[in-house]
């Protein structure tokens, strides 16, 4: 498996219309997000990873065939409640999923963000319900904060808030 920064092409614009569009991986987060403006994001995305603005990483299962690609990893830096806020979100293909890609992709995010001495503190917040995602959190080494009603795409949901500190908390 290898992460590269996303890029504006239609290998990207294609796996963001699967997972961003389809209605079963975006289950947790409110529903799907229209097609239209996919390609808009994908350049966006790209340009913020071309300028290290924030770390959105194509997963590429196999190097030898960068065109496939199973999911994202991104992490990234927002405001939140207590001043900037440095989170990790994921996405795996259902093809790719319980092969422990997201896993795998979340944990070398991290650990070069524990390299480069980056990002402080990480924080997740996936859905109370999304057992994978609480599962990687667990086994990658966040702390269980507490329940959260988080805003995405204009709604609220409940999520597990989670925590990791790159620098010591690995496992």
């Not at 390609?39 to 300028?51: T, Y």
């Not at 319980?98 to 980056?118: F, H, S």
């Amino acid at each position: 498996m290898e992460l590269r920064d996303v890029v504006h092409g239609d290998v990207d614009l294609d796996a963001y219309v699967r997972m961003r569009c389809d209605p079963v991986m975006m289950a947790d987060l409110g529903g799907p997000q229209p097609r239209e403006g996919m390609a808009d994001k994908v350049r966006r995305d790209a340009e913020q990873a071309a300028a290290d603005i924030a770390w959105l990483k194509m997963i590429v299962p196999d190097p030898a065939v960068p065109e496939v690609v199973a999911g994202t990893v991104t992490l990234w830096s927002h405001d939140g409640d207590d001043g900037p806020t440095s989170e990790i979100g994921w996405m795996v293909l259902p093809r790719f999923q319980g092969r422990g890609l997201g896993r795998r992709a979340v944990r070398a995010l991290l650990e070069r963000a524990r390299d480069e001495d980056r990002w402080g503190i990480v924080h997740a917040f996936p859905a109370t319900g999304n057992a994978a995602s609480n599962g990687i959190c667990r086994s990658v080494g966040f702390r269980f904060v507490a329940e959260a009603d988080v805003s995405f795409a204009g709604q609220l949901f409940r999520t597990n808030h989670w925590a990791v500190d790159p620098r010591s908390d690995l496992k």
